[in-house]
């Protein structure tokens, strides 16, 4: 019987030191939380949009796919259509969606198109384990954080919190730059054109006042100049009537995507190359590589809505991972978008790390989010404003030569 008993009690010791260890490894399992992109995959910002997504890849890989004690899953959703060729409203819908089920889903990195971040924030903040946080890397219409169109930006916010955030600046300041270098270069009279959409109309709408403003000739008419049909085999006829007006400067606000290729074709075609007749274009032109390869972009002027990567600061955090980038895909970033999607993804996971992880505490840990320049991608602290905007307004002018985007200069906006 004494045995029986000192087996029963040495069993009975395996069995506690077992449930000890059990439950050690049960508290310290690790959870793992997703975070996504939400971009246009397909169309003229593919490459683009890889070019982000493979920016992210490799900050969470150098991370260890971690943020603080929680690993981190990255989920890519697509909210273009083979159709057309570019951001779709029903796809952006079903993607806002798709987000909230996700119930490891914490957070979302996009968009790129403002359009598609009217439609997805709205479900994300009323999300009901959340608001659940959205930090584009591209979005520059004024309206998702400013008084801009009726109604805005308040009806993107149906429960009054805000929780999209954005790490480039808007087109408030994009447009009123551009309009103001186009000044500077002997500009007195310009006929604005738009692609119909948030984002054109917007930069157009900004760039239009700000040339009245200035005392430039604007000889289009409406607040945001006249608007191109996409779905036109071409613009001959356009720039025939524009020509009529002998204008200095054509200033196109829009998209690539939106077959700018053509509208860029004709316009040479009709009123000559881009030192007769400039050419301006926002940030909604560049990164693209077809546009790049058209002869006819020769010479025209790009304005975009934060540094561009020649600008990055030669240490720290922005130089090495440019560097390591280069070695881990052997090219590199499409443009300064992508590194920008970077820092927005630094931003949402400096969140993660400090919360609960919850999408509730995502959230209320953002706004606090202070990432030292040394630290970012994109060599500039990061921080948000209470509007959810980031509190640079830098603006980089560039030019086409070459068939490379060459920095001219940086404008500061205030």
């Known amino acids: 019987m004494k045995k029986n008993n000192k087996a029963l009690v040495a069993l ?10 059990g439950s050690t490894m049960a508290q310290s399992a690790t959870v793992t939380l997703t975070v996504s992109s939400d971009l246009p995959l397909q169309g003229g910002s593919a490459d683009q949009s890889e ?26 959703y697509d909210d273009s259509t083979a159709a057309k060729g570019s951001w779709d409203d ?39 384990k959340g608001p659940m946080v959205m930090v584009s890397n591209a979005n520059t219409n004024p309206g998702l954080t400013k008084a801009w169109n009726p109604g805005e930006p308040t009806k993107y916010y149906p429960t009054g919190f805000r929780n999209y955030f954005r790490v480039v600046t808007t087109d408030d300041f994009q447009g009123s730059a551009a309009a103001q270098f186009a000044k500077s270069q002997g500009v007195k009279s310009v006929y604005v054109l738009n692609d119909t959409q948030t984002y054109g109309q917007g930069v157009a709408q900004a760039f239009t006042t700000e040339a ?25 006829a356009l720039f025939t009537k524009i020509k009529a007006l002998n ?15 053509q509208l ?20 909604g032109f560049t990164g693209y590589p077809d546009f ?93 404003d209470d509007a959810g905007d980031t509190i640079y307004h830098d603006i980089t002018i560039l030019v086409v030569k070459n068939n490379t985007e060459t920095t001219l200069k940086k404008l500061t906006v205030k």
Not at 54 to 75: D, E, P, R, S, T
Not at 247 to 261: K, S, V
Not at 302 to 319: E, R, Y
């Open 247 to 261: 204008p200095d400067m054509i200033y196109i606000g829009g998209i690539f995507d939106l077959n700018g290729g």
């Open 90 to 128: 029903a796809q952006c819908a079903a993607n806002a969606q798709a987000h909230v089920a996700n119930k490891t889903e914490v957070a979302v990195m996009g968009t790129y198109n403002s359009g598609c971040a009217k439609i997805i924030v709205p479900v994300l903040n009323q999300d009901p």
């Open 292 to 384: 790049l390869a058209l002869k006819e972009a020769d010479g025209a002027y790009l304005s975009f809505t934060g540094l561009s990567i020649d600008l990055f600061p030669k240490n720290g955090k922005a130089a090495t991972f440019q560097k390591d980038y280069l070695k881990a895909y052997g090219k590199a970033p499409t443009s300064s978008f992508s590194v920008y999607g970077g820092a927005a993804m630094q931003a949402i996971l400096d969140a993660i790390s400090r919360s609960n992880g919850t999408r509730k505490d995502v959230f209320q840990k953002m706004k606090s989010v202070n990432i030292p320049a040394a630290k970012s991608v994109v060599g500039t602290s990061i921080q948000f």
């Open 212 to 236: 009245n403003k200035i005392g430039l000739t604007v000889l289009s008419s409406g607040t945001a100049g006249e608007g191109w049909d996409a779905k036109q085999p071409n613009y001959e």
């Open 12 to 21: 009975g010791v395996v069995t506690l030191a077992m449930s000890i260890v």
């Open 264 to 283: 860029v074709k004709d316009k040479v075609k009709v009123l000559g190359d881009n030192t007769k007749v400039k050419l301006m274009a926002p940030d």
């Open 51 to 76: 070019s982000t997504n493979n920016v992210i890849k490799l900050l969470l890989k150098q991370m260890g796919n971690k943020a603080g004690k929680y690993a981190i899953k990255f989920k890519e």
